[in-house]
């Protein structure tokens, strides 16, 4: 399976609800994920703890979807351009944009950065 066709599986996954089990089968037990501005997270278990706490503040996905994905085939590198709509917690709606840059490691994500294009108040 070519890193294309890995990312696109991946996202497929997530488009269906099924972030954890994404993040089970496609990222490395000690991947570092970069989110925006703030501190890496350092393996699989901090980066399942962060998708919890992102769909602990949900409260309804109005859509989403992946504008474009693309691969460095020969040195396994992939990008996806994606956004999604939401009304968290406390009322307040939102659509977000992102790009996600992932280093593979074979299989599995060892390394991924999301750029965030985040809506003003």
Do not use: C
Request: net charge negative.
């Amino acid at each position: 399976m070519s890193y294309l066709e890995k990312s696109q599986a991946l996202q497929a996954m997530i488009g269906q609800g099924q972030s954890l089990e994404a993040l089970e089968q496609f990222y490395h037990e000690d991947v570092v994920v970069i989110d925006g501005g703030s501190e890496p997270r350092n393996g699989k278990e901090a980066q399942k703890q962060a998708i919890l706490g992102w769909m602990g503040m949900v409260k309804e996905v109005h859509g989403g979807g992946v504008n474009s994905i693309t691969a460095d085939e020969s040195n396994g590198i992939t990008m996806v351009e994606s956004w999604i709509e939401t009304t968290f917690q406390d009322g307040s709606r939102v659509k977000m944009e992102e790009v996600a840059v992932q280093k593979w490691d074979g299989d599995k994500i060892i390394h991924e950065r999301f750029y965030h294009n985040m809506p003003s108040g």
